[in-house]
């Protein structure tokens, strides 16, 4: 047989599309071509496969004209992961495996020069991809890698570790490869305790309202309050995740070489540097990678000093903010990555930090602060659900106070509260839209009068008011109520308050 054809995935967005990989020996003048729109990193496949068969001892047809053709041919292919089909597809050409046993599997791999496997990116992603199509294929990785993917359930993955046992395998008398197996899931290290935080009870509330209605939040205080402490907490405050939620976080972490099986099922805490640009907050580049946003999926984003970020970058925030997702377009092709994450950020009031601090005196001019505030756009402010003051307590208060209410007692009432949500509507509070806050966020004819006297009174956009609306209804949920009352309104107005220095 001088023709063989190999079944692999390319890596499209989130998507793993299917890509043939077709192997022909031909007589003529030695040659080895790759074609099918293939990345640099691709085509340097053909001085590691040709190096991995030598000191593998397998026979490599150095005096035949090779064609690699990876379809379909319009579709970018970058990365590693065609080493090993290509690998199988020359020693399928020339008679040394056998081709009906190879059309069995669907791989991918890295290989070594000496012809050992190395793990590839998107393996959750590729699992995801072959057990929807439901072809009945079995998947082949390298050992790494197959770990990773044999989390998805209903697919058989099979894992090696160097190209002779793949090889042996596919002899017509070999024995099957070896099944990969999930790892058994570890308990969650405890993470840091909302009881280290002495004081500060209204912004321990608000972190306890985000949580249980998954709402944005911007703490504002002076430095060294406990803004990135309370932050660092939130985590521990959320439910777990459930096993689609978890697999789609791996998935996209997978994508970006980031996930580890040890992390599996934890929300994400993601909290980039503010030098970070837009793309590597929302994703992009070329071929398209996901960002921060993606990464953060399920989990936290934590912007610390919120007004130092690039301006176009938070910018870049407002859509996905929204839509729970982000689509990067290219002259040449497109990419869609999910963005449902919950973001949390910190700031000074001020460039010095201590406007309106008790204990030190601000020196920034009223034109400085306006600058500082003014980083910070009135649409991109608009999309925050809770804006709160984080104020400065006396060292010597602090040592006086008791430790505060742990983690896990905060935990279970926001467990409760979102149960509420979740039986109501199907999801959390954040996530309910314009036309359904008047069936599951109804307020009481007094709690509606004093929503719409505030907000006339604030100058809020009508965003504002049903942000607020939905606080009131995370509000209601802890405290058990099945209408959202005035009491509930006034504390989730609350927690609104404008920057310092503006009215709202």
Not at 13 to 29: F, K, M
Not at 73 to 80: F, I, N, Q, S
Not at 115 to 125: K, M, S
Not at 184 to 212: H, M, N, S, T, Y
Request: proline share 7%; charged share 20%.
């Amino acid at each position: 047989m001088s023709l063989a054809t190999v079944h692999s995935r390319a890596l499209d967005g989130l998507a793993a599309a299917p890509v043939t990989v077709e192997v022909h020996l031909a007589n003529g003048l030695p040659s080895f071509t790759v074609v099918g729109l293939a990345d640099t990193e691709v085509k340097e496949a053909r001085e590691r496969v040709r190096a991995a068969l030598h000191n593998s001892g397998l026979g490599f047809p150095a005096n035949k004209r090779i064609t690699v053709n990876l379809a379909p041919a319009d579709l970018p292919k970058e990365g590693g992961r065609f080493d090993l089909p290509m690998a199988l597809g020359l020693l399928a050409a020339n008679g040394q495996i056998d081709a009906a046993r190879l059309a069995r599997f669907e791989c991918a791999g890295e290989l070594s020069l000496a012809g050992e496997l190395r793990p590839v990116r998107g393996a959750l992603a590729m699992a995801l991809a072959l057990r929807r199509a439901g072809a009945g294929l079995e998947l082949l990785l390298p050992q790494a890698s197959a770990a990773e993917a044999a989390l998805v359930e209903g697919q058989v993955v099979r894992q090696a570790r160097h190209l002779l046992d793949v090889v042996s395998a596919l002899q017509p008398d070999g024995e099957a490869l070896p099944r990969a197996t999930a790892l058994a899931r570890e308990a969650a290290p405890a993470g840091p305790d909302l009881a280290d935080i002495k004081g500060q009870a209204g912004p321990k509330r608000a972190l306890e309202i985000a949580a249980a209605g998954g709402h944005s939040l911007l703490m504002v205080g002076p430095p060294g309050t406990g803004k990135s402490m309370l932050a660092q907490r939130l985590p521990g405050l959320l439910p777990p995740l459930d096993d689609e939620a978890a697999l789609e976080s791996a998935a996209v972490l997978s994508l970006a070489g980031q996930f580890e099986l040890s992390r599996w099922g934890r929300r994400p805490f993601r909290a980039p540097h503010h030098s970070a640009s837009s793309v590597a907050l929302v994703g992009g580049g070329s071929p398209p990678r996901p960002g921060e946003i993606s990464l953060a999926l399920h989990g936290v984003l934590f912007l610390d000093e919120l007004p130092e970020f690039n301006r176009a970058a938070l910018e870049a925030l407002r859509e996905p903010l929204e839509t729970g997702r982000i689509l990067i377009s290219r002259a040449a092709r497109q990419a869609e990555f999910p963005a449902r994450f919950q973001l949390v950020a910190a700031m000074n009031p001020c460039p010095c930090g201590h406007l309106g601090n008790p204990l030190r005196a601000c020196r920034c001019t009223p034109d400085q602060v306006a600058r500082y505030q003014g980083r910070l756009s009135g649409p991109f402010l608009d999309r925050l659900d809770l804006l709160i003051d984080i104020p400065a307590i006396p060292p010597r208060e602090l040592q006086d106070m008791a430790a505060g209410e742990p983690s896990a007692a905060v935990a279970a009432r926001v467990a409760a509260a979102r149960e509420r949500a979740v039986a109501r509507q199907g999801f959390a509070n954040a996530l309910l839209q314009a036309q359904d806050l008047a069936v599951h966020a109804e307020l009481e004819p007094a709690a509606r009068a004093l929503l719409e006297r505030s907000a006339e009174r604030l100058g809020w956009s009508a965003r504002s008011f049903h942000r607020v609306q939905r606080v009131a209804r995370t509000v209601a949920d802890l405290a058990g109520a099945a209408t959202i009352g005035s009491t509930h309104v006034a504390e989730a107005i609350q927690l609104r308050r404008g920057l310092p220095g503006q009215s709202g």
